[in-house]
Structures are given as structure tokens and as C-alpha cells.
């Protein structure tokens, strides 16, 4: 696994852990990709804040079961669907995107972009041109058609930590406070994060957390990519050691 600690005013990389990992294994990003697909959404006015989803629970792309785990809930909208991950609401909304759009958005991020931060030998992402309606929704829940590198991701999270568009910070935030990753709380700040699992072609559990704090004046991001099972009970609880430790004066 590995994990990064970044300073968001100068895009200085304060501690990695195991920078090999960090800066040379793309892998798929799980609902991490989230907040950047709904901000660019918000951003083209093809959703809006105060937009209602109704969660059917159950999802099916190209014969793969994507079903929500999240509590029944009547309606979501972009905050509550960042909180409790809602694949559906991604998925839907993914829709609305033109072929090769999220794409290009993707890649606004930096997300598939050197950060500089691990020289020539750093590895890229790579992100495809989504071409129909499945390849869209799987490419905008970080099931397929893209790969990151742990660097990258922070990177794109420091992005998101000076820019998000407040519908996204809020989720973020709410997501930390009572959603997926309530373990990466951190007490003396607030922490705004989202969680990802995945499993690999090999059937490998990867479990992420991206996230920064505080979260309305950042100061740091901080991501976690390790094998397990959850983003939320294993790599969150990682982060949450990582941003105390930072407090505390260690990192």
C-alpha cells in the first residue's frame, strides 16, 4: 500500500509512504472519482444542487452487479449522494454526459498528469474515451476506462480542496461526518474525504480514501491506497492516523 501527504497552498508532498507504489502503480480509483464526475456536472449545468434521485438499490452494468449498500433512503441529492457513495445517482446522472466528455473532464483534474513529485520513472493514469451509455456509468463510478496513481489522485484532491464546487464540499464533508468514511474523523478538525473499493482483474480488494482537511480552509490532503476490502474500515481509520499525526506536529 501506500499512502501521501500533501500541502495544498504549495503542491509540496510532505510524506509518502512506499513512493514506488505511490507514483508508479495506476489502478482503478473506485468512488473516489466521484466528486470530480458530479462537480463537472454542476459545473455544465447538467445537474443541480437541489436535484432529487430516487435509489432503486439495485444497479446491473454489462452483467456486473454495482448495487448501492447504502440505508434505504427516500431521495438523494448531490450531498447525501456523495455521503453514502449512491451509485445509482452517479450512474444516472452519468448519463447526461456527451460521448468522450467525462473524459475530458477527467483530465482537467490532473488525473492523467505527472505530479513531478517521483521524477522520469512516475507513472501515468490512463483514461479512455467513454463511447456508450455503460462504458459512461462505469468510467464515472472508477469501475472501468480509468486508472490513477495514488499521486495522482492527491494531486486532483488538492485541486478539488481549492476549487470544489460547494454542493461537492459539502458531500465531502458529510461523507466523513456521518457517511462511508467516518473513520477518518479526526477531532480539533474537520475532515472532508470520500472513500473507494475496488477489486482488481485478479480479484484483489483495493481500498482508497482521498480526502483534505480542514475542510473549508485546507491546509492538507491526504490519500490512502492499500489492499482490503473497504475504503471505509481500512483505509479511512489510515488517513485519520496520518492527519493526527500531522496535527500533532510528527509529519
Known amino acids: 500500500g501506500t499512502a501521501l501527504l500533501v500541502d495544498v497552498p504549495s503542491g509540496r508532498l510532505i510524506a509518502v509512504h512506499h513512493a514506488d507504489v505511490a507514483g508508479g502503480a495506476p489502478a482503478l480509483p473506485g ?17 443541480h444542487a437541489g436535484d432529487v434521485f430516487q435509489c432503486p438499490g439495485r444497479l446491473v452494468i454489462e452483467g456486473r452487479s454495482l448495487a448501492c ?18 451509485n445509482c445517482f452517479v450512474a444516472h ?5 456527451a460521448p468522450g466528455e467525462l473524459a475530458g473532464s477527467l483530465r482537467k483534474w490532473g488525473l492523467e498528469a505527472r505530479t ?7 507513472a501515468v493514469g490512463r483514461i479512455a474515451r467513454a463511447e456508450n451509455r455503460d462504458a459512461q456509468r462505469l468510467q464515472a463510478l472508477g469501475e472501468d476506462g480509468v486508472l490513477v496513481t495514488a499521486a495522482e489522485l492527491a494531486m486532483a484532491y488538492r485541486g478539488l480542496a481549492s476549487g470544489a464546487v460547494d454542493p461537492v464540499r459539502r458531500g465531502l464533508e458529510s461523507a466523513v461526518e456521518f457517511g462511508t468514511a467516518q473513520l477518518a474523523r479526526v ?25 483534505f482537511a480542514p475542510s473549508r480552509s485546507p491546509r492538507v490532503v491526504v490519500t490512502v491506497m492499500l489492499r482490503g476490502r473497504s475504503g471505509g474500515s481500512d483505509a479511512a481509520p489510515v488517513a485519520a492516523r496520518i492527519l493526527e499525526a500531522h496535527l500533532a506536529g510528527r509529519l
Not at 31 to 47: D, E, I, N, R, W
Not at 69 to 86: K, R
Open 69 to 86: 449498500s447504502h440505508p434505504p433512503i427516500v431521495s438523494l441529492q448531490v450531498e447525501t449522494a456523495l455521503a453514502y457513495s449512491c
Open 93 to 97: 446522472f452519468a448519463e447526461r454526459f
Open 116 to 122: 513531478g513529485w517521483f521524477g522520469e520513472a512516475e
Open 31 to 47: 468512488s473516489t472519482l466521484k466528486p470530480f464526475v458530479l462537480a463537472a456536472l454542476l459545473q455544465a449545468g447538467k445537474l
Open 187 to 211: 477531532n480539533g478538525t474537520t475532515v472532508a474525504g470520500k472513500t473507494g473499493s475496488v477489486l482488481t482483474a485478479e480479484g484483489t480488494g483495493i481500498a482508497w480514501f482521498a480526502g
